[in-house]
């Protein structure tokens, strides 16, 4: 008796692609709790951070009166719209973190995605698909497909989430969520890739928590996700003119609430596809390279 | 005999100072089972991942089923097997989901895989637990499966890093049953590792002797006892004179005789076929064989002999080793 040794065998480049990220989303639409536990801490936020900055409520005629000059209220509440427009875009600060939000979401599931590999190398699973012959750079794409569709899944909920909560929708369009979800995987795409790279050759876990933790907030602060970048000192604005963040959340912010852009939208897509195209090409280079050592 | 793995002054240096395995070189044929047997840290396993391509080797080549391991990796990807040391199977899936996951990674088509996967898991007995989460299979279940995943592609030469470290002494046995059945049934060329002794004695038709990174000594389990003397025959012999010394040095495997006080103490090659053959020739010259008895040497006294170690110290290391293993998971869930 001998067994076949060959019969059909598919040696395509892409060959394990899906296999690959399924097994990751899998783990992810098997515990459906986790979905949930994961989103607890944006809505937090949104819902804290949000609700609690009421900059519109500070400027309004109820709260804000100079003593010796009468004011006629409707001339205030004029002059408050007229601020929160020209320094959020928008009628309200919760409407203006709501978009920020999603790109919030994204940066922590991408960051994710380096963690995953840790631990794949760390239980040896790792060597197990690395002695098949599947292709090196399938195996980064795969991960970085898996923390796509994760980290946008995600933004969605958020979305909705922050529409119950009393985000300003009057301008969405179908085409509006569509470009803006556009925007925001190239934005998870080139995240994901960028944070998976930086866990190639990692084998702790530590180190690589120590380094997400160095990175996440910086990316966060230094974009234009939670605070207009117009009144930030100059130095910063430099920052948040080459943090791809801040592209992914004005093509929201367009789009979404029909806000002045930062940048136009054509550019917000450019200068997001070429990070998207550079950070992963990186990737699947750094990955012939290091993923044997 | 065709030559399956060539390998070549095969070294790698870990950090510019570990050499782990020191210029090494071997070669495996095609339908044997070749072992490779040391204690802790001899670099059986560095040498397993250097052959698979999962390490780079700092120098020296090797060739795996013709494919030269540097340059033709992926070629050599697709026709080994590899059950590696720790267990990798994915913990949250189940253990048909484990292995058409691996079908998957080799390209193999759904419906082939399907089909294999069912074959898999009988050969293996998990037919059963083929639908339970690998988290809550036992260790010997894990093995097993590791063993089931690296089959997928029906491959002609399958590595095993220490197949059956830490499992008890049933499972061991089991495992030593598959690894035969590959052999004859499958015609399938097997490169294991392993620390056991006993396992090595038995179910490896060559094997190498690894210390520190270097080979020590190549041969049957056979030619590895008799380069350390071979077996020991006593007779005694009921009429002290003649001397019936030469008599017996011509019997064939027999390799010494020493006359002793009312006894023969005799040195051969194979003991079981000397015996008889001495009894025979005394009895049929009309003398009376009084006691006989054979001992042949272990494997142990050639491990002792060679790496100047006992490996009786080595296994409480491993089920340390696989302890730590097992917490490490469990850190995880
Ligand atoms: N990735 C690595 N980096 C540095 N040193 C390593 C690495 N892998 C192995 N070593 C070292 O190389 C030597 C050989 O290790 P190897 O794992 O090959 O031994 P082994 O014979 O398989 O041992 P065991 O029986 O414990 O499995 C050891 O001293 C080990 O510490
Ligand atoms: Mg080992």
């Known amino acids: 008796m001998s067994w076949s040794v060959e019969e059909r065998v598919n040696t395509g480049k892409l060959h394990g692609l899906w296999s690959l990220t399924n097994r990751e989303l899998m783990k992810w639409y098997k515990a459906p709790f986790i979905i949930f536990l994961s989103l607890i801490q944006p809505v937090i936020w949104l819902g804290l951070f949000g609700k609690a900055m009421n900059f519109s409520a500070i400027f309004s005629a109820n709260s804000f009166n100079i003593p010796g000059l009468s004011i006629p209220k409707d001339v205030l509440n004029k002059i408050s719209e007229q601020i929160m427009q020209n320094t959020f875009g928008t009628s309200d600060y919760f409407s203006f973190l709501s978009v920020g939000m999603l790109s919030f979401v994204i940066v922590f599931t991408a960051m994710f995605s380096g963690m995953s590999i840790v631990w794949d190398r760390r239980f040896g699973f790792l060597d197990k698909v690395l002695s098949t012959p599947v292709s090196r750079s399938v195996i980064v794409i795969g991960k970085v497909l898996s923390s796509v569709f994760r980290s946008l899944l995600q933004a969605a909920i958020i979305l909705v989430v922050a529409i119950l909560l009393g985000m300003n929708y009057g301008s969405i369009t179908a085409l509006g969520i569509a470009g803006t979800f556009a925007g925001l995987f190239l934005m998870t795409f080139g995240l994901s890739a960028f944070f998976l790279m930086l866990a190639l050759r990692a084998t702790d876990w530590q180190s690589q928590v120590a380094i997400m933790n160095l990175i996440n907030l910086p990316l966060l602060f230094g974009s234009n996700a939670l605070f207009p970048s117009k009144f930030m000192p100059n130095w910063l604005q430099t920052f948040v003119s080459i943090n791809p963040i801040t592209y992914g959340t004005d093509i929201g912010r367009q789009l979404l609430l029909g806000s002045p852009g930062f940048a136009p939208l054509g550019f917000d897509f450019l200068y997001l596809a070429v990070f998207a195209f550079v950070f992963a090409s990186i990737g699947i280079i750094m990955s012939w390279r290091f993923l044997t050592k | ?333």
């Open chain 2, 1 to 333: 005999m065709r030559k399956i793995i060539e390998v070549k002054g095969l070294t790698k240096v870990f950090n510019d100072r570990l050499k782990a395995v020191d210029n090494v070189t071997f070669d495996v044929y095609e339908g044997e089972v070749f072992g490779f047997l040391g204690p802790n840290g001899a670099g059986k396993t560095t040498t397993i991942k250097m052959l698979t391509t999962l390490l780079k080797p700092t120098s020296g080549t090797a060739t795996v089923c013709g494919f030269d391991i540097a340059k033709q990796a992926n070629k050599v990807r697709a026709s080994i097997g590899v059950v590696p040391q720790e267990y990798t199977a994915d913990e949250d899936m189940t253990g048909y989901e484990n292995i058409m996951f691996c079908a998957s990674l080799y390209g193999i088509p759904k419906d082939v895989a399907k089909r294999r996967a069912d074959e898999l898991l009988q050969l293996v007995g998990l037919k059963d637990s083929a639908n339970k989460k690998v988290m809550n299979y036992s260790g010997g279940m894990r093995r097993r499966l590791e063993l089931a995943c690296g089959l997928i592609n029906h491959p002609r030469l399958l590595f095993l890093d220490e197949p059956t470290l830490g499992l008890d002494v049933q499972t061991r046995a089991a495992v030593w049953e598959y690894i035969r059945k590959l052999k004859n049934d499958y015609g399938m060329t097997l490169f294991m590792t392993t620390h056991y002794l006993e396992e090595a004695d038995s179910i490896c038709d060559r094997i190498a002797i690894i210390d520190h990174g270097k080979i020590i000594k190549v041969g049957t389990p056979q030619e590895l006892k008799s380069s350390i003397g071979g077996d020991v025959i006593e007779v005694g012999v009921l009429e002290k004179e003649p001397d019936l010394s030469q008599m017996i040095m011509n019997i064939s495997y027999v390799k010494e005789v020493k006359r002793l006080d009312g006894y023969y103490r005799i040195k051969s090659d194979s003991g079981e076929q000397a015996a008889p053959a001495i009894i025979d020739l005394i009895r049929s010259r009309g003398y009376h064989v009084t006691r006989i008895s054979l001992s042949k040497p272990s494997l142990d006294q050639v491990y002792l002999e060679y790496t100047g170690r006992n490996l009786r110290d080595e296994q409480a290391d491993s089920s340390d080793i696989l302890a730590q293993r097992f917490t490490l998971r469990r850190a995880r869930a």
